[in-house]
T-cell receptor, first 117, second 113 residues
Framework: DAGVIQSPRHEVTEMGQEVTLRCKPISGHDYLFWYRQTMMRGLELLIYFNNNVPIDDSGMPEDRFSAKMPNASFSTLKIQPSEPRDSAVYFC???????????????FGDGTRLSIL | TQLLEQSPQFLSIQEGENLTVYCNSSSVFSSLQWYRQEPGEGPVLLVTVVTGGEVKKLKRLTFQFGDARKDSSLHITAAQPGDTGLYLCAGALESNQGGKLIFGQGTELSVKP
C-alpha cells in the first residue's frame, strides 16, 4: 500500500520566492497534519485538518504560511514570501479515528527538505 | 514551554550496552506513542501505550507507561548499531480529542560497533 507521499523531496530557492509543498495522505485517513522539523526546535505541529477542514492552525508561524486541503487526497503548504529562517524539513502525516473513537498512529511521509538562500 | 520533556537529548553508547530514554510531563495523556526516525525519512511508529502502568515489549525494546499516564520510558537491552536513530515520544492529551499529538524533542541515539 502506498504511504503518505510528499513532493518535492528537496527544494532550494531564494528568499522572497513562493514555495509550495504537496502531500497525498493515505487513502481512508481523515486526519492530515503538517509538521516542521529543525535541530533547534524538534518536530513542531503547524496545522492539522479533519475531513478536509482546518482544526488547529495555532502552530503556523505567521501569515506567510498557509495550508489548504481541497479534497481528501491532497493538501498543500505554501510559504509566501519565503525567508532563510523557514529552512527546515517539512513533514506531512495522516491518521484516522477508529470505530471506538481512538486515534490511530500517525503515518509520516519522507518529508521535504527546504533550503531558503 | 515543552509539554513533553524527553531525556537525554543525545546518547552515544557501545554495542551491547543497555539504555533508557525518558519522557515526562505534568499533563495526563490518553495514550502515548514512541516513534523512531532514520535520516532522510519520516518517523515510524514503534508502539502505542494507553493504560497506566502498561508495559509492552518489542524484541529488545521495553516500553512503559507511568501509572498516572504522565510519563513513559523506553529501555533497550543489548543495543545494536541498527538501533541508531532518533527516538521520539508523542502523547495525545486527555483534554484533546482531536487527534493532535504533542512530540518530545527526541533522543538521538548512536550505537557504535
Amino acid at each position: 500500500d502506498a504511504g503518505v507521499i510528499q513532493s518535492p523531496r528537496h527544494e532550494v530557492t531564494e528568499m522572497g520566492q513562493e514555495v509550495t509543498l504537496r502531500c497525498k495522505p493515505i487513502s481512508g485517513h481523515d486526519y492530515l497534519f503538517w509538521y516542521r522539523q529543525t535541530m533547534m526546535r524538534g518536530l513542531e505541529l503547524l496545522i492539522y485538518f479533519n475531513n478536509n477542514v482546518p482544526i488547529d492552525d495555532s502552530g503556523m508561524p505567521e501569515d506567510r504560511f498557509s495550508a489548504k486541503m481541497p479534497n481528501a487526497s491532497f493538501s498543500t503548504l505554501k510559504i509566501q514570501p519565503s525567508e532563510p529562517r523557514d529552512s527546515a524539513v517539512y513533514f506531512c502525516a495522516s491518521s484516522f479515528r477508529d470505530r471506538e473513537y481512538q486515534n490511530q498512529p500517525q503515518h509520516f511521509g519522507d518529508g521535504t527538505r527546504l533550503s531558503i538562500l | 514551554t515543552q509539554l513533553l520533556e524527553q531525556s537525554p537529548q543525545f546518547l552515544s553508547i557501545q554495542e551491547g550496552e543497555n539504555l533508557t530514554v525518558y519522557c515526562n510531563s505534568s499533563s495526563v495523556f490518553s495514550s502515548l506513542q514512541w516513534y523512531r526516525q532514520e535520516p532522510g525519512e519520516g518517523p515510524v511508529l514503534l508502539v502505542t501505550v494507553v493504560t497506566g502502568g502498561e508495559v509492552k515489549k518489542l524484541k529488545r525494546l521495553t516500553f512503559q507507561f507511568g501509572d498516572a499516564r504522565k510519563d513513559s520510558s523506553l529501555h533497550i537491552t543489548a543495543a545494536q548499531p541498527g538501533d541508531t536513530g532518533l527516538y521520539l515520544c508523542a502523547g495525545a492529551l486527555e483534554s484533546n480529542q482531536g487527534g493532535k499529538l504533542i512530540f518530545g524533542q527526541g533522543t538521538e541515539l548512536s550505537v557504535k560497533p
